[in-house]
Nanobody
Framework: QVQLVESGGGLVQAGGSLRLSCAAS????????MGWFRQAPGKEREFVAV????????YYPDSVKGRFTISRDNTKNTVYLQMNSLKPEDTAVYFC?????????????????WGQGTQVTVSS
């Protein structure tokens, strides 16, 4: 069992930056791939970033590539999402998720555990 708690969301102006954190419980955190997803009102949940179990591989969709960076610290059981050059269209609730396969998968259905989400609002 893994419990995930996100933090770091908030209100920021367009062009600004935020760093999200996701703290995980459990001693097997380092075995899981970790992903970030987001969901805006009235829209489906969208893949944002994923990092494999060791941190050696990551993947992003074109919508955030070059602006967002995912990283992890397995000694702290924490995964991060650094978001730069934020745009109003990045406004959403951001969720972190854990995938027991350890691989960089992008489909939400692949993930076994989810956090409660943190709101990110980007004003224009």
């Amino acid at each position: 069992q893994v419990q995930l708690v996100e933090s770091g969301g908030g209100l920021v102006q367009a062009g600004g930056s935020l760093r999200l954190s996701c703290a995980a419980s459990g001693r097997t955190f380092s075995r899981y791939a970790m992903g970030w997803f987001r969901q805006a009102p009235g829209k489906e949940r969208e893949f944002v970033a994923v990092i494999n179990w060791s941190g050696s591989d990551s993947y992003y969709p074109d919508s955030v590539k070059g602006r967002f960076t995912i990283s992890r610290d397995n000694t702290k059981n924490t995964v991060y999402l650094q978001m730069n050059s934020l745009k109003p269209e990045d406004t959403a609730v951001y969720f972190c998720a854990a995938d027991a396969s350890g691989a960089t998968r992008t489909g939400a259905i692949a993930y076994d555990y989810w956090g409660q989400g943190t709101q990110v609002t980007v004003s224009s």
